[in-house]
């Protein structure tokens, strides 16, 4: 998620615009982060992502990035800012289709990209805001990794570096955060 120096001090300059107001900046500093943003819808759509397409959930991020008006502290905060709006972006997207289908049984649910493969993508998406909601309550850095690891699709080193950690911290927080998860998703679906 880090660039080289000069890619940083260009990145603090539009943070400097964005926060003297330039609504171009913005802009700017999406266009920097695009092909990173990309990869992340990517792997989102790759689970599921009902109607949308890699450009169109990117460019709605966008929209919904721009709408929010929060000024971005550095480009961690960026892509984590576009990490929850994808987040909801696709929870909003699971209950306009009306997928909640919780009844019955308990849902497998491995929480790693490599290994899913999930029958009600919508269904899962909703139970996963769910309980991802509770775990905020509790530990927000745990919520964090979830969010940046399983909605941005960034890797354990790049998490690491934008909460200043080190990879086997983040390796922690994620078993920590998989645990409570997995145990609220079963909680739900008994």
């Given at each position: ?106 849902m497998h649910l491995t929480l790693d ?78």
């Amino acid at each position: 998620m880090n660039g080289t120096d000069s890619e940083t001090d260009g990145f603090s300059d539009l943070l400097d615009r964005i926060a003297k107001g330039d609504s171009a900046a913005l802009g700017e500093a999406y266009s920097t982060v695009y092909a990173e943003m990309k990869r992340s819808a990517r792997s989102q759509l790759r689970r599921g992502g009902g109607s949308f397409n890699t450009t169109a959930l990117v460019n709605e991020t966008y929209l919904r990035i721009v709408n929010s008006r929060m000024a971005p502290k550095d480009r961690g905060h960026l892509l984590g800012i576009a990490a929850n709006a994808m987040r909801q972006i696709l929870v909003d997207h699971a209950r306009h289709v009306g997928a909640q289908k919780r009844g019955g049984g308990l849902m497998h649910l491995t929480l790693d990209a490599s290994q899913m493969q999930i029958a009600d993508p919508a269904g899962e998406v909703l139970s996963l805001d769910d309980a991802l909601s509770e775990l905020e309550k509790i530990d927000p850095v745990l919520a964090k990794v979830v969010e940046w690891r399983y909605f941005g699709g960034y890797s354990e080193r790049e998490i690491a570096e934008n909460l200043e950690v080190t990879e086997r911290t983040v390796q922690r927080y994620w078993r920590k955060a998989r645990a409570f998860l997995l145990v609220q998703l079963a909680d739900n679906h008994v």
